[in-house]
């Protein structure tokens, strides 16, 4: 994403459009995307946007965007760990509801073999 950016402001540059550090900045955070919000919003009050190098944001968005990839890879993880537990609970859970149906048919069988003994 960036070197696309760069790759814009060089060849605008090349056509004599020159922008100021802090308009680079102030573009780079515009055109993220909500689910960057937070960050934008913690740069904005944190830092001076005037002064703020473009390589220093651009630091921290890459790390940011890192943290925010491990933190969906271990979401994933665990969403699998999840998912295996389940199944094996369900598979003894239906195991358990075999051995009810045939306790129950064996009784009823039972039952109905003591009526037909007391007629």
């Not at 904005?44 to 630091?59: F, M």
């Given at each position: ?29 515009r055109?993220l ?5 937070p960050?934008?919003?913690?740069i ?16 921290s ?25 389940a ?18 048919a ?14």
């Open positions: 994403m960036f070197s696309r950016f760069t790759n814009i402001i060089n060849a605008l540059q090349a056509l004599d459009k020159i922008y100021s550090n802090s308009e680079m900045v102030r573009k780079i955070l055109c995307p909500r689910s960057w919000k960050k934008v919003t913690a904005e009050e944190a830092k001076n946007l005037n002064v703020l190098p473009l390589e220093d944001l651009l630091g968005l890459m790390t940011h965007e890192l943290s925010m990839q491990k933190k969906d890879d271990d979401e994933e993880k665990e969403k699998k760990k999840k998912k295996i537990v199944l094996k609970s369900s598979l003894i859970e239906d195991l358990k509801d075999d051995d009810d149906d045939e306790e129950l064996l009784i009823t069988r039972k039952f109905k073999k003591f009526l037909a003994s007391k007629k």
